[in-house]
């Protein structure tokens, strides 16, 4: 089970840092990722980690503003996001699976605005 906080409202050059627990077993191949959907808008991949080796990747329209991360002992994805924009304002959701693409556990999402 995901569990995400940590949205809000926030201004354009702003930041924020999502959280996502997990309770149950993570094995070391798996990937935890962040997505979002914003208004009107299709659900959009922002980045991954891989759980065991730390690998990240992320989507061209974050890469540079935002830094997944995770904490093995806590069980815990970060996204910390800086330089917000108003289009990245959405529905941001964390995902595990085998891959990027293939998340088969969801957290609830949580909301993040950013005003211009």
């Known amino acids: 089970q995901l569990q995400a906080s940590g949205g809000g409202l926030v201004q354009t050059g702003d930041s924020l840092r999502l959280s996502c627990s997990a309770s149950g077993r993570l094995l070391s191949s798996w990937s935890l990722g962040w997505l979002r959907q914003g208004p009107g808008k299709e659900r959009e991949f922002v980045a991954n980690?891989?759980?065991?080796?730390?690998?990240?990747y992320y989507s061209d329209a974050v890469k540079g503003r935002f830094t997944i991360s995770r904490d093995k002992g806590e069980k815990t994805v970060y996204l910390q996001m800086d330089s917000l924009k108003p289009e990245d304002t959405a529905l941001y959701y964390c995902?595990?699976?085998?891959?990027?693409?293939?998340?088969?556990?969801w957290g609830r999402g949580t909301q993040v605005t950013v005003s211009s």
């Open positions: 980690i891989r759980w065991g080796a730390g690998t990240t």
């Open positions: 995902a595990a699976g085998t891959q990027i693409g293939e998340y088969y556990h």
